[in-house]
């Protein structure tokens, strides 16, 4: 499988490498995957979420949920391994020759309706992922395109206008490719057409076979996969409550697999005899968001003095049980981007109140006015279900009330959240951006040409971040050929967004996952918990069954 990079919250699908040099299409795994072991075949994991998908047309949609699924579906041209190195997948081979890269397409491969996989369909997809009238949320990741050509039907070329030195692991790995006979209707059936959005049909490793809204969505083994079929015949990914509902659906063995663990369940997790945990560090950021382009999130000072009015050490301390970095930018420690030199602002309710002073804020009694006379008042959003992300909001309630401010909690569903986010009307929300490893690249997140529009609401710049300077490092870190140049920019750039409070960083979690001692094979990565799914297996033969 491939890294499909985007992810808001705390998932992010990928798995093993495609080897190279490898023929088409196989039915005998054995002779494909490198260790493929046919006694390991059979059975079927549950896993959970507590948001359910969105939309299963790739790139239409930028929760987590959604591409969890659109992952294990479809195959981008090139994958990454373990390491965020590119390696072949629909691609068996590439060259570069200036600003144009071309791709050897695989050979005999097929649609999972079966129909022959060929370059159009590259051609279509690349074509759609930029038409702008497409509601691409990932719009930018192409930004450095100027054309595509098909060659022949197993050859195809992308040109582009500006360099891109990481175009390989940050686009063409992400790019799912689309069935060009699935979408009649182009742009319309991508942007509109429920059915498809509900139905994938890709050339990955699972099949798509049922989805019931708000319940679970189900995928099979495709048995031809070039790469070899996955051991599992089915994963199904039950959607439920919340956290806690998930651990203990675990602990009863009507879950098989929680990515996530909240770290007040985890000691009662580990004493479950028939359940084991794997701590691991994902590539991710926290944060608290809001729409920058009104007031009074337009202010850096208004930003700084709540950044200083909250109190982020007992988040890592008291919410995360110790099992997280404290955030100060948006560069996980694990990663060379990261400035080592950089910290997080402090608690200190003093100085957040002179902040507000300073910038024509005053505190009556218990209520903090604006210049206007006006109550400040905010609402503080999270997406329902999620414990942490709740109890910071009632933190940052306690905290920023010291300042006058009164903060109202509250819980959306996930796609009425997302929506809101996307048109900028949430006021302040939690949030989590992941699935990047060294070849991060925060482009979409933060180049002001990812602000949404009314002809492209998705795109993911939502917090509306327009600032010339995050804006030049970002292009900058782009085209710098010298990885250790490139890694100095972005080190500029985590110093940049500490010093104006971009976004008011929490921290980065270290992760645990819980799931069955019986299930074999799972090696997460940095960007993506489930890297290897392909290679998960039931070690009890009585499972496979």
Known sequence: MKNVKSKFVSTALAATVVL???????????????????KKVGGKVVISTFADAVSLTPLNSSDSASIDITSMVYDGLLTLNKSGAVAPALATSWKKSGLTYTFTIRKGVKWHDGKPFTAKDVKFSYDMFMN???????ASLFDAVKSTKLINDYSFQITLKEKDVLFLENTVAAAPIMPKHQFPKGVDDYNKNNKIHRNPIGTGPFKFKEWKSNERIVVTANKNYFEGRPYLNEVITKVLPDANVEALNLIKGDVDYVESLTPKLLAQVKKDKDTTTKSYDQGRFDFIGFNEAVKPW????FREALAYGLDRKSIVSKIQLGRAYQGSGPMHPKIPQNNDSVKPLPYDVKKAAALLKEIGYEKRGNTLYDKDGKAVKIEFAYNNGNKTREAVALLAQQNWAKLGIKVTP??????????KYAAGELDCFALGWSGYDANVDHYQFFHSSGIPTKANPGLSNRNRVDDKTIDRLLEQYKQEENREKRIKIYQELHKYMSDHEILIWTYHPKLTMGYDEDLGGIEPSISNDKFSLIDWYWKDAKKRK
């Open 410 to 419: 509250r819980a959306y569903e996930w796609s009425i959240f997302l929506d």
């Open 132 to 138: 702008p009238k497409a509601e691409n949320h990932y």
């Open 298 to 301: 337009n202010n850096e000072k």
């Open 20 to 38: 190279a040099g490898l023929p088409g299409l196989h039915s005998d795994a054995a002779s494909v995957r490198k260790g493929f072991d046919s």
